[in-house]
């Protein structure tokens, strides 16, 4: 089945302990991208990787890091988490100027 | 600065009317206008899309009015049924960057 994974979907952590999200499709999409969602600002763009080794910042990259060394993973990295990155985080791929394909989202909470 | 507005922020519409989703955009290089449709505890789903050459796409009780003089486009759900309750996003790319700039949603629920 053609999908868009995440892990965890739920987490519950505390100030400044780095977490990895990790994200991983079975498409053989090029593009990927990191999503937050909070009430009333709709989905805002994190970081997005065209391919393989490339990446580049979205709208609200601060505090975040993300990787692409190989074409399905595109692991989001908070290395010290702060209570404002508590938000629902969604990835998604994709082909270039095409349609993106959302994973099922990951919740965090930033104590 | 939001590339994309869009309302309204929620719609209550009952069963067998129609919905209507608005959104306005500023950036002229925007050349792909998709809706997407989310449930609760689901991710946004595509729904329907639109490029500028057409004024509107229909597909099954979905279709999408596309102004572009006016910069705007909408989403327009006939005959709405429960199950259509949802959030909606429109988003708007240009060419093939693929960075989808989101509207700021609309929860819509379709009542008995």
């Known amino acids: 089945e053609a999908q868009v994974t995440q892990n965890p979907r739920y987490l519950i952590t505390v100030t400044g302990k780095k977490l990895t999200v990790t994200c991983s499709q079975n498409m053989n999409h090029e593009y990927m991208s990191w999503y937050r969602q909070d009430p009333g600002l709709g989905l805002r763009q994190i970081y997005y990787s065209m391919n393989v080794e490339v990446t580049d910042k979205g709208d609200v990259p601060e505090g975040y890091k993300v990787s692409r060394k190989e074409k399905r993973n595109f692991p989001l990295i908070l290395e010290s988490p702060s209570p404002n990155q508590t938000s629902l985080y969604f990835c998604?791929?994709?082909?270039?100027?095409?349609?993106?394909?959302f994973g099922p989202g990951t919740r965090l909470t930033v104590l | 600065q939001q590339q994309v507005k869009q309302s309204p922020q929620s719609l209550i519409v009952q069963k067998g009317g129609i919905s209507i989703i608005n959104c306005a955009y500023e950036n002229t290089a925007f050349d792909y206008f998709p809706w997407y449709q989310q449930f609760p505890g689901k991710g946004p789903a595509l729904l329907i899309a639109?490029?500028?050459?057409?004024s509107e796409k229909k597909e099954g009780r979905f279709t999408i009015s596309f102004n572009k003089s006016a910069k705007q486009f909408s989403l327009h759900i006939m005959d709405s049924q429960p199950g259509d309750s949802a959030t909606y996003f429109c988003?708007?790319?240009?060419?093939?960057?693929?960075?989808?700039?989101f509207g700021t949603g609309t929860r819509l629920q379709v009542t008995l």
């Open positions: 988003a708007a790319t240009a060419g093939t960057a693929s960075k989808l700039t």
């Open positions: 639109i490029r500028p050459d057409v």
């Open positions: 998604a791929s994709g082909k270039a100027g095409g349609t993106q394909y």
